[in-house]
Every structure is written in C-alpha cells, then in structure tokens.
C-alpha cells in the first residue's frame, strides 16, 4: 500500500513474500554509465563506436552480469513464492509487514497470520498518515546506529 506522510513523502506497507529482501534493486542503473553509440555506418563512426566499447567494457561487463543476476533472483523468486505460501500455510510462518522509504527498507515487524498482517498494514499507514513513523530498524542508518 502506497501512503504519504504530512510531508508529502511517499512510503510503502506491504507483506514481504520471501524470506529474504531483494539485493538487486537499484543496480540496474549501471546501465546508464554506458553512453550511446554513433549511429552513422562509415569507418568513423565505427572507429569510434569501438573505442568507446572498449573504454566501457568494465562497465559493460559489470551490468550484463548484474542483470543475469537480478534475473536468476527474479526466477527464484517465481519458483519459490508458491512453495513458501504453502510453507506459511501448513506451518503457521508468521508474515512479515515492512515500511519502506520510496524502496528503501525502513521498518519490519513479524505479525501474524494473513488477517493480522492486513490489520497491520492498515494500522501502519494509518500511523504514516498521520506523521507518526516507524522507528527506522533496518537499512543504512539502523546499521549505523547500532555500531
């Protein structure tokens, strides 16, 4: 669920599906390091096309095998959602409610069965509304303020 703060700050309430929080978001804009290439189909164009692979090709590199990864995480996350739900289902696993900032993690609690995880979502954005946020548990500065 998308809320806004008083601020007019944009956060997010929602389950997490899998046990694990994505590593991957936000390394696709190693793409845009890689400037475009001429487009002309002369030798000069072509020089230079090349030269700039060339120069690039660390980077190059870098996000083809950033976006092979985001892709087998992506695929695991696809087999695996069904198993997990059924894990929940038969075992009780608590759900998880996180808040995040924008997609940065903010705050996580283990609440409950299905029902108890939609009242906490409710309860949660109802609080961000009103400009009472979560303490911050998770992320960079939860990290920082721990050490």
Same mark, same amino acid.
């Given at each position: 669920?998308? @809320?806004? =703060?008083?601020?007019? $700050?944009? #956060?997010? @309430?929602?389950? +997490?599906?899998?046990? #694990?929080?994505?590593?991957i978001?936000?390394?696709? =804009? %190693?793409?845009?390091?890689?400037? =475009?290439?001429?487009?002309g =189909?002369?030798?000069?164009?072509?020089?230079?096309?090349? *030269? *700039?692979?060339i120069?690039?090709?660390?980077?190059i590199?870098?996000? @083809?095998v950033?976006?092979i %990864?985001?892709?087998?995480?992506?695929?695991? *996350?696809?087999?695996?959602?069904?198993?997990?739900?059924?894990?929940?289902?038969?075992?009780?696993?608590? #759900?998880v409610?996180?808040? +995040?900032?924008?997609?940065?993690?903010?705050?996580?609690?283990?609440?409950?069965? #299905?029902?108890?995880?939609?009242?906490?979502? @409710? %309860?949660?954005a109802?609080?961000? +509304?009103?400009?009472?946020?979560?303490? +911050? $548990?998770?992320?960079?500065?939860a990290?920082?303020?721990?050490?």
């Amino acid at each position: 669920m998308k @809320v806004e =703060d008083p601020k007019g $700050t944009r #956060w997010r @309430v929602s389950r +997490r599906w899998v046990p #694990w929080r994505r590593k991957i978001k936000g390394w696709a =804009d %190693v793409w845009g390091l890689v400037p =475009d290439l001429p487009g002309g =189909d002369d030798p000069i164009s072509g020089t230079i096309s090349m *030269i *700039i692979l060339i120069i690039f090709a660390p980077i190059i590199a870098l996000a @083809v095998v950033l976006t092979i %990864v985001a892709a087998v995480e992506f695929l695991a *996350i696809l087999v695996l959602i069904p198993l997990l739900l059924l894990a929940r289902i038969l075992f009780g696993k608590h #759900w998880v409610v996180e808040v +995040r900032h924008g997609f940065t993690p903010w705050y996580e609690q283990a609440v409950g069965d #299905w029902a108890a995880s939609r009242k906490a979502i @409710v %309860v949660f954005a109802d609080a961000i +509304r009103r400009g009472d946020l979560p303490p +911050r $548990t998770i992320g960079a500065a939860a990290d920082s303020s721990r050490g």
